[in-house]
Structures are given as C-alpha cells and as structure tokens.
C-alpha cells in the first residue's frame, strides 16, 4: 500500500473529516437561507423551493388551515395555536403517535414556528415541558414570539443544530419531529443525539419522508427538492441501520402511500413520488 493509500494516516483522514464537515455546514447554510425567508412570512413566489412542499407556506392563513388538515391535523389542534404558528409546514402529525402524557419532556426537532409544540403543551400539562430546538434564528424569534402571545408558559424554544442537540444527556422522555431530519446532512449523528438526551425507555414519534427506492442523482442534487424535503430523503432501510447503530429498539418505520398525492403536488410534473413518501418513525431507547 502506497502512502497515499494509507487512509489511517492522520493527516489523511483529517482532511477526509475536514472536508465532509464543510460540505455539511454549506449544506445546512443553503437550508438555513431557505427556511429563513420560510420564517419572515414569505409567499410561494418568494420562497426559492417547489410550489406547495414543505417550504411552499403561504402568509394565508386559510392555505395552511388546508394544508395541515391534509396533513392529518384536526380543525381543534389548529384552533388551538396562536395565528402564525401554522405555517403549512410538515408531512404529517407526530403528534398522533406520540401518546404524550402529563409531565413528559418533550422536544421537537426542527420545531420552525412553535406548531407542533403548542399541541404538545396541554397534553404534557403544567409539570410537564416542550422544547423546539431550530438552527434558523429567524424560526426561534417567530416561535417565541408566537410563545408569548399564546402564553404557553411550559413551552420553550433553543437555537441549535439537531446534529448537537443544547439538551443535556437522559433528560428527555418524548422527541417527536415533523419533516425536518430529512433535510439533515448526517441523519447517523441526529439519532445518536437523539438517543443521548432521551431517558431509558424514551421515544421517538416522528414524521418524515423517506425514499422507497434510491432516487436519481439529478433529483439528489436540486437544491429545490432538498429544501423540499424530497432530494435528500434517506432510504428506508438506511433509516433503520442508522437508528439500530444509535442503540434505538422497536423500530417501526410505516410508509404511507397515500402521501405520494401530496408529494406529486409538492412538485408536479418531476415524478418525485415515485421515489419518496411520508412515513411515521417510531423507536424506542434501550
């Protein structure tokens, strides 16, 4: 083996992790650009993603009542919200599997305005707490200005990526997440964050989509379906390597193909449904 064969040399493998953290941090900035113009209540024209995906929110209300109740929300969860929080955002309603009960912690990954959030706090009552975690700034500020408005006072929202989680290790009994660690560049390192802060026999309640079958390169690369959470979903079968490696059990992943109608909407006329759905991931901490 010839030096720069070697791949165990320091100076070799440094590089290698050097430049995988800079792809991942100009990745995660594209995302972060994105979804802050998502945040400051653009419109479909505004935000740089296809039509109607989970970037596609629009500053009329009664178009992201219409999306979350496609979604799986019910008209009371979205009366029960402060006006903005409701951003059409998501591929589902964590927030149906995750069977939430008084005192829990919970923390939402990717939390955007405080949506799924506000649902969770009267579920998890007075002793319990919810903490949205967003790396966007301009998501942070919205939600907790939408946390004041609607006085949720057991409610509140951390800057920080979900590959590093500010949540401290074995403090957490519910994570629930909407659409959102499919856009993560290392989605290996979210799980295992993921596992550090959830106590023994915590739970993870999440909606996302994922890939049936690998998608073609042309679509892996578009930036727009990326943001759309669609270019970067992870195949199910990876999904399932990647929670087994973190040390999460009762791995239940349940792809729904009645979301392929809603994804083709996303972006009509590219075929993307034919690629990804959404699905619910449920796990469990050993």
């Known amino acids: 083996m010839s ?3 070697n791949c165990c040399a320091p100076s070799c493998c440094d590089e290698t992790q050097s430049d995988t953290a800079a792809k991942n941090n100009t990745f995660r900035e594209s995302v972060r650009e994105k979804y802050a113009k998502v945040a400051n209540a653009v419109t479909e ?9 989970c970037c596609g929110t629009s500053d009329d209300e009664a178009i992201n009542t219409l999306i979350s109740t496609r979604l ?11 006006s903005g929080a409701d951003m059409g955002l998501g591929c589902g309603n964590p927030q149906a599997i995750a069977a939430l009960k008084a005192g829990e912690t919970v923390v939402d990954l990717g939390s955007g305005g405080g949506f799924d959030c506000f649902l969770a706090s009267p579920e998890v009552g007075e002793t319990g707490r919810v903490i949205g975690i967003d790396m966007t700034p ?24 979900i590959e590093h989680l500010p949540v401290s290790d074995n403090s957490v009994d519910v994570i629930i997440s909407n659409c959102v660690i499919n856009l993560s560049p290392d989605k290996g390192q979210v799980f295992k964050e993921a596992y550090r ?11 996302d989509v994922v890939a049936t079958i690998e998608l073609p390169e042309e679509m892996r690369n578009d930036p727009l379906l990326i943001a759309g959470c669609m270019g970067n979903a992870a195949l199910i079968d990876d999904l399932k390597n990647d929670l087994e490696a973190a040390g999460f059990r009762d791995i239940a992943i349940q792809p729904k193909d009645s979301s392929k109608e809603f994804i083709q909407d996303w972006a009509p006329g590219i075929g993307v449904e034919n690629y990804v759905v959404a699905a619910t991931i449920e796990a469990v901490k050993r």
Request: proline residues 3%.
């Open 72 to 82: 799986g929300y019910s008209q009371a969860e979205l009366n029960a919200v402060p």
């Open 138 to 161: 301009d998501m942070i500020s919205k939600a907790r200005n939408n946390a004041s408005t609607g006085k949720f006072s057991n409610v509140e929202f951390r800057l920080g990526e």
């Open 197 to 207: 802060i959830l106590k023994s026999g915590g739970r993870l309640a999440i909606s």
């Open 3 to 5: 030096e720069n064969e």
């Open 45 to 53: 024209d505004d935000c740089d993603a296809p039509a109607a995906s």
